[in-house]
């Protein structure tokens, strides 16, 4: 779990760093299971597995992918 | 210079976080001020729900999750009100491909296996695990799958709203009747039947079936406005 | 400083180890990342380990699930001596319920934040915090 967190935080691609945060929410949620705790587990899969994730990926395809992609567009800011 | 800043404030901070937490005794009681007592017996004892984390949730906490659902309406509203660039045309998604018929005909055969599982996981909140939430987010990700396999699946917004209102009127109107009958809101005013039937803890079930209509509603809102969002 | 990292057996401790590291890393991602998306990565990882450090704590060791199954209840009566004996050996439930409300309170500003981010992109057509000038602080 902290080798996915890592990786999230390292990815300079940021869809595979979204990807990385979905297992993060994966194995929490096998972690809730085993402190005994099925109702968290349950939110946790189907929110931070599911939707958060979704929600990433709408907004990377309306921004940029990489993150040099933002050096690089040294556009000035207009207006 | 800023990353070495950043660092020796992030090892303070775990140094002294840790030293909090290794004081703890890991798999003992640490709250010891009997608010879990009093929970786990007058769960099963006065309300009749088999499921703590329910009863807390719905009725010893009911007014925080009135609180909450306001929280999720409210993110619902902001995102549609700040992604808002005019008028957009219907049909008019921003899809990077179209799905195969493989893709299109499976989620057409799993759509009402999940909206059936979303149902039943919040009916049967107060006996097993999950509950109005769980339930309300499992018919997001159902409408999720269609949206995202067919390039002209329209979710109404007005029954969306409709749906999302009524559940809320529901759930307000019951705590206030609660608070007629009860003297506080929320009052478990019906009669609260046997331990681990279905038809058992009074209002709590039919609050957590508002709450996951409103949770469902208000999710598949929230996917419908960022999906039909386009440069 | 008087706490023994060394002492303990570090096995049992490891939900609390992992649940800092993962809060430490998330608050590096969030402080030193100049990526937008990447900060608001960083704050849902942060929101992730306060969420496993508040249920660990809850912990009982060999505790059940907070919930009167049929196949916990057996076919004892429920008299209050029978409630508090089973209630004994369950987790703490209030930290689960908390939890619960914070998971879905955190989707909901995880969300908002999103948005913001699109709209900061449409305005300025960049991500980047530096060139961003008036987030500068």
């Known amino acids: 779990m902290t080798g996915a967190a890592v990786y999230s935080v390292v990815q300079r691609d940021l869809l595979y760093a979204v990807i990385g945060t979905g297992v993060i929410s994966l194995i929490l949620s096998i972690l809730f299971l085993f402190l005994q705790a099925p109702d968290v587990a349950l939110t946790e899969a189907a929110i931070g597995v599911a939707l958060t994730t979704i929600i990433f990926i709408i907004t990377i395809r309306n921004t940029v992918r990489y993150e040099e992609d933002s050096n690089r567009h040294s556009k000035p800011a207009s207006k | ?231 | 400083m008087e706490f023994k990292l060394f002492d303990l057996s570090i096995v049992e401790y490891a939900f609390f180890v992992t649940s800092v590291l993962i809060i430490l890393i998330g608050l590096y991602a969030a402080l030193v990342k100049k990526t937008l998306i990447k900060i608001v990565i960083g704050l849902s990882i942060l929101d992730a380990g306060i969420n496993l450090l508040l249920i660990s704590i809850g912990y009982l060791k060999a505790g059940t699930a907070p919930i009167f199954s049929p196949a916990l209840v057996k076919n004892m009566p429920l008299t209050l001596e029978n409630i508090k004996k089973l209630s004994e050996g369950m987790v703490d439930p209030v930290p689960q319920a908390l939890v619960l409300t914070a998971i879905v309170i955190g989707f909901g500003v995880t969300a908002v934040a999103l948005s913001l981010v699109i709209r900061l992109y449409r305005h300025h057509h960049t991500l980047n915090i530096d060139e961003i000038k008036n987030l500068k602080w």
């Open chain 2, 1 to 231: 210079m800023k990353k070495i800043l950043v660092l020796s404030l992030l090892a303070v901070f775990g140094v002294y976080l840790a030293e909090v937490l290794f004081k703890i005794d890991f798999g003992h009681q640490f709250f010891l001020n009997g608010v879990k007592d009093f929970y786990l017996t007058a769960s099963p004892d006065k309300l009749k729900v088999a499921n703590v984390v329910t009863s807390i949730v719905v009725n010893f906490r009911g007014f925080d999750t009135l609180g909450e659902v306001t929280v999720l309406f409210l993110a619902t509203t902001a995102m549609s009100s700040i992604l808002y660039k005019g008028r957009h045309k219907l049909g008019e998604r921003a899809v990077l491909f179209s799905s195969s018929r493989i893709v299109m005909t499976g989620s057409k055969l799993l759509f009402p296996a999940i909206i059936l599982l979303g149902v039943y996981v919040f009916v049967h909140g107060h006996l097993t695990p999950g509950g109005g939430f769980q339930g309300g987010v499992i018919i997001a990700t159902g409408f999720l799958l269609m949206l995202l396999s067919y390039q002209d699946y329209q979710v109404s917004h007005v029954v969306l709203s409709v749906v999302e209102s009524l559940a809320g009127i529901t759930f307000a109107s019951i705590g206030l009747i609660g608070l007629l009958n009860g003297g506080t809101f929320l009052h478990n005013f019906l009669h609260t039947g046997v331990l681990n039937n279905l038809l058992s803890g009074g209002v709590i079930p039919i609050i957590y079936i508002a709450v996951g209509f409103k949770v469902g509603a208000e999710l598949t809102g929230l996917i419908y406005t960022a999906l039909n969002e386009k440069d």
